[in-house]
């Protein structure tokens, strides 16, 4: 089992959708919990951290529950600049702090 | 906000040749630096987490006589890409933590083309 699961879509949904991303992780242990963005041919960049009491900024909310492992972004409104691939990333403690990427789920939002 | 600048951008070698990738982080003291390699239409894989003034550790499957990483300073680490051969070519990417709840910054990649 991978360390950390995305659905790799692509997503295509129009503008103004909400649309909503899930991530599994396999180790109980992990301690934080990012999603990221990437465009193409760039390097990612932080979206957003998550808590487990969940967060909100702007149109995106993230959530973490810890027990069943699993973390989601939901967007509201898309736009056609959402267009992109969300990455979810798990930060684990094996003695030193190590990020593990999921696959990344690709989101094309259309006009 | 934390930057890290990665050198060069882009390079095309020669197989068989070496090359040197540099991440530094201008504004913050790194004492960890990870380093990925992303192929086309794949998700990031972690290749080593490079520690401050000492060795680094390698993922499983990782050469670590073939990906030479050196850290000898809280603001610079480096990987070099040795014998570089055409399976090489890819996108590498390094990152700093900045502290576990603020994410980590990567640096703006470079793009190995072994030719």
């Known amino acids: 089992r991978k360390e950390v699961e995305q659905d790799p879509g692509p997503f295509n949904v129009p503008e103004g959708a909400t649309v909503a991303f899930n991530c599994t992780y396999s180790n109980s242990a992990s301690q934080s919990f990012f999603w990221y963005r990437q465009d193409c041919r760039k390097e990612p960049k932080l979206l957003m951290s998550?808590?487990?009491s969940g967060n909100e900024d702007g149109r995106f909310t993230a959530q973490l529950n810890r027990a069943s492992q699993y973390i989601s972004l939901l967007i509201r409104d898309s736009k056609l600049s959402d267009s992109a691939t969300y990455l979810c990333v798990v930060v684990m403690n094996t003695g030193f702090q190590k990020l593990v990427f999921g696959t990344g789920t690709r989101l094309l939002v259309s006009p | 906000g934390a930057v890290v600048s990665q050198h060069p951008s882009w390079v095309i070698c020669k197989s068989g040749t070496s090359v040197k990738i540099e991440c530094r982080s201008l504004?913050?003291?790194?004492?960890?630096m990870f380093w990925y390699r992303q192929f086309p239409k794949q998700s990031l894989m972690l290749m080593a987490t490079?520690?401050?003034?000492?060795?680094?550790?390698?993922e499983q499957g990782v050469e670590k006589d073939k990906f030479l990483i050196n850290h000898a300073s809280l603001t610079l680490s480096t990987l070099t890409v040795t014998s570089a051969h055409p399976e090489d070519s890819s996108f590498y990417i390094c990152s700093a933590g900045t502290g576990a709840n603020y994410g980590y910054t990567f640096g703006s990649g470079t793009r190995l083309t072994v030719v």
């Open positions: 490079s520690n401050e003034g000492s060795k680094a550790t390698y």
């Open positions: 998550v808590y487990s």
């Open positions: 504004d913050f003291q790194a004492t960890t």
